[in-house]
């Protein structure tokens, strides 16, 4: 089999169901298998998914499980020479996978690989092309210094070496998954594509940024307006910050911490004076 397809869904039924049509579509000719797995969604996405979508194999969690643990579990089932790693708040085109499937094909040191995204208004999203947050650039783009972090310099229609791969859409091969292993699942979400994306390179395969653009709901699939998702974020970037630089002298260590400490308090203040209405 070619193609594993892997989504994880959480209350987001209408666009889950227009992600399928697209992935259905962009599958046509090619050996491919479909993995929904519900994070106990409360809409109807789960009954939706068994009526109109019956090629679809799907997880029934009782709980949410969060992202990383989620995908693990259809990653484990699958059978596909690559895997794709999908939100569905995504649309990808009829060629996307066809285009993908050949860059990989054609380069075996390749071990994962992103696109182009694009939000509803056609504007390309920067973090389709991102670099490793290591101690200096995570800390320059906490101070809104964002240029190395988002890669800028790379062209957007030309395939390009990259270091981090969006979980967004993520295509990965698995025989490199075998090599380092899968998602990190003390992630519950967001960081785990990054912690992932590092380790690939570590374990001496290439990231590529591909020039095939898809449509990003970005946000659509969490809720960005609550305390739990500021935890959850800023959690993630010190589970990846310690995991891999906790080795470093104090004298670079601190100086993020706090710079991730005091960025999750203007969020919070933030939250606490939308919701005040102040």
Not at 33 to 54: K, L, T, W
Not at 67 to 76: D, H, L, M, P, V
Request: glycine content about 6%.
């Amino acid at each position: 089999m070619k193609l594993s397809v892997v989504i994880v869904s959480y209350n987001v039924r209408s666009y889950l169901e227009e992600c399928l049509k697209s992935v259905q579509k962009a599958l046509e000719g090619i050996e491919g298998e479909v993995f929904v797995v519900d994070n106990h969604s409360d809409d109807d996405s789960v009954e939706i998914v068994r009526q109109e979508y019956p090629w679809v194999n799907l997880i029934l969690n009782l709980e949410n499980l969060g992202f990383a643990k989620a995908n693990n579990q259809a990653i484990r089932r699958a059978q596909g020479e690559y895997v794709l790693l999908l939100n569905p708040d995504t649309v990808v085109r009829q060629d996307t996978f066809r285009g993908v499937l050949a860059f990989m094909d054609e380069h075996p040191k390749a071990g994962g690989a992103g696109v182009m995204m694009c939000y509803e208004d056609g504007s390309r999203a920067p973090e389709s092309r991102r670099a490793v947050p290591t101690p200096w650039v995570a800390a320059r783009k906490m101070l809104g210094f964002t240029k190395r972090y988002y890669m800028s310099d790379l062209p957007w229609d030309q395939p390009c070496r990259i270091e981090v791969v969006s979980g967004a859409f993520c295509l990965l091969r698995h025989q490199a998954l075998k090599t380092v292993g899968l998602l990190d699942e003390d992630f519950f979400m967001y960081g785990e594509d990054i912690d992932l994306s590092y380790r690939l390179l570590k374990g001496g395969w290439e990231n590529w940024y591909l020039p095939y653009p898809i449509i990003h709901y970005k946000g659509k699939s969490t809720l960005k307006s609550d305390y739990r998702y500021v935890h959850i974020f800023y959690q993630a970037m010190l589970i990846f910050f310690q995991k891999h630089y906790s080795h470093l002298s104090f004298v670079y260590t601190i100086p993020v911490k706090m710079a991730i400490y005091f960025r999750a308090s203007i969020a919070l203040v933030d939250i606490l004076r939308k919701k005040l209405h102040l």
